[in-house]
């Protein structure tokens, strides 16, 4: 196979699975990690994709759409099954948390506490629908103009969440960067910056592959405003550094935890 037609697989690869190791393509197609690594070197320059530490991942777009819900609403992959294990620890008996309407959000539901009572609030029919079996969980729907993703951040929704004060706030986003905390449409970011701004603790749940990174709208432009950043340990270690040094608290875990 000629290194053109490798680079054409490759990124298929990318844009199917949205993610893809360079280990794992050395041994698909029988080549050196380090022929790997000269064609995702290429192919980042050429702006096709955007390398990561140990792989790639698509390039980001400042606005891009929505996830269909086959994938937003889905079991996760190994780096957000660990983030959600992970974020749960931090659930006390009688919180009140803000769980939104995320793939990471939707990951964390298998994994919450059955043994102690707290209330969740969240803008996500989906999420509201797989917690009413929860026995120990009082739950809260914020009301608004239901997007097509069960999610509602309208003005309404909005207002709604002026109501509320959590004692956690598991927060996401598209992207977070030394210039904040980052989303796609600005309808969101202002919903999630009244969440935030309510909450006693906000916890941050970002994969890898967001750190790093500016979307759109920004819902904050001061990282002080995490507690804790829960990603995996594969960040790169420039993006790390930038965390610690805007004092963001940073845990890793490994996808395999």
């Not at 196979?1 to 993610?19: D, Y």
């Not at 790997?36 to 192919?43: A, E």
């Not at 140990?54 to 759409?65: D, E, L, V, Y």
């Not at 309404?156 to 977070?176: H, M, P, R, S, Y």
């Amino acid at each position: 196979m000629f290194s053109e037609e490798r680079r054409e697989k490759i990124l298929e690869k990318v844009e199917t699975n949205g993610r893809v190791l360079a280990k794992d393509l050395a041994e698909e197609y029988n080549v050196s990690i380090d022929s790997i690594r000269r064609d995702l070197t290429i192919m980042e320059e050429e702006g096709l994709l955007k390398r990561t530490h140990g792989g790639a991942i698509p390039n980001q777009k400042a606005r891009k759409s929505p996830q269909p819900r086959t994938s937003r609403y889905g079991t996760g992959d190994a780096s957000q099954q660990a983030i959600a294990k992970a974020a749960v620890e931090y659930i006390r008996k009688g919180d009140a948390i803000f769980i939104g309407g995320a793939s990471i959000h939707y990951v964390m539901m298998e994994h919450l506490p059955r043994t102690f009572p707290f209330t969740v609030v969240t803008n996500s029919v989906e999420i509201a629908y797989h917690l009413r079996d929860l026995s120990n969980v009082e739950t809260y729907l914020i009301g608004g103009l239901m997007k097509e993703s069960g999610n509602m951040t309208d003005g309404l929704a909005n207002e709604f969440a002026k109501q509320f004060t959590v004692d956690v706030n598991f927060l996401t986003a598209g992207g977070i960067s030394e210039k904040g905390i980052s989303t796609a449409t600005p309808e969101v970011a202002l919903f999630h910056k009244t969440v935030l701004s309510n909450a006693r603790r906000n916890i941050g749940l970002m994969e890898s592959v967001k750190i790093g990174e500016s979307l759109f709208s920004r819902m904050t432009t001061s990282l002080s405003v995490l507690d804790v950043l829960i990603t995996d340990d594969e960040v790169i270690e420039g993006n790390l550094d930038m965390l610690k040094s805007h004092g963001v608290r940073v845990r890793l875990v490994q996808g395999d935890e």
